[in-house]
């Protein structure tokens, strides 16, 4: 089973609002992304937690908290949003993350698609 | 540095035609990996394929073939009597040991096939 699930779906929210994004996987992955993806773009790497640790912050602004609360689970809470971070977040998933040598496989999710007005 | 071109923004066919994605990556790296992803309309990314620098052989599965070689740092990607379910946008990417995880993306090739 390669399933990583995302919730919600869609989520439009003012700039104002706090929400959070939620992905959960059941592979027994121990590295968990976040990445953002602009319209006709790739994915931008946002996130990596591996064993539960943040190990890579791309310089996001801390407007987005990425949480990591188990080796399953990872949350993506948004607060203040511009309408310019209006976008597809996508959460990944893999073996081991910054300590797989790179050959590890992402495996990702549907994506919740996010309107900030 | 690592960089991968995709060249071709978006290929249009008629059912049943073959269409070919190219791709063409830059790294320093000896040893390194290539994937392709499929992400269809409705945003999931979908794995494809994974090759590893020291595995030159080509591969099919099914109507998905993927050509490797290294002389021209290409790993092209070949769909096969091509059908509507295709349609999506494809990305080939890049990793390699140095690279914590994080993947290298192409811009993505756009496929539309219409019937």
């Known amino acids: 089973d390669t399933e990583v699930t995302q919730t919600p779906k869609h989520l439009v929210m003012g700039m104002t609002n706090k929400k959070s994004l939620k992905c959960e996987q059941h592979?027994?992955?121990?590295?968990m992304y976040w990445y953002k993806q602009k319209a006709k773009k790739p994915p931008e790497l946002m996130f990596v937690y591996s064993y539960e640790k943040l190990s890579i912050n791309e310089s996001v602004p801390s407007r987005f908290s990425p949480e990591c609360p188990n080796s399953s689970l990872l949350n993506l809470h948004l607060h203040a949003l511009q309408p310019e971070d209006s976008a597809l977040y996508l959460c990944?998933?893999?073996?081991?993350?910054?300590?797989?040598?790179?050959?590890?496989?992402?495996?990702f999710g549907p994506g919740t698609r996010l309107l900030v007005l | 540095a690592q960089k991968v071109t995709q060249a071709q923004t978006e290929i249009s066919v008629v059912e049943k035609e073959d269409v070919t994605l190219d791709c063409v990556y830059e790294t320093r790296d000896t040893t390194y990996y290539l994937f392709w992803y499929k992400q269809p309309p409705s945003g999931e990314l979908v794995f494809l394929i994974r090759r590893n620098s020291f595995d030159e052989q080509n591969e099919i599965s099914g109507r998905y073939s993927w050509n490797f070689q290294k002389s021209t740092s290409s790993f092209n990607f070949t769909i096969t009597a091509s059908q509507v379910v295709d349609s999506a946008v494809y990305f080939c990417a890049l990793s390699d040991p140095d690279s914590w995880g994080k993947l290298q993306f192409g811009a993505g090739t756009q496929v539309v096939v219409t019937p």
């Open positions: 990944a998933s893999s073996q081991q993350g910054i300590t797989g040598g790179g050959q590890e496989t992402q495996y």
């Open positions: 592979m027994g992955h121990r590295a």
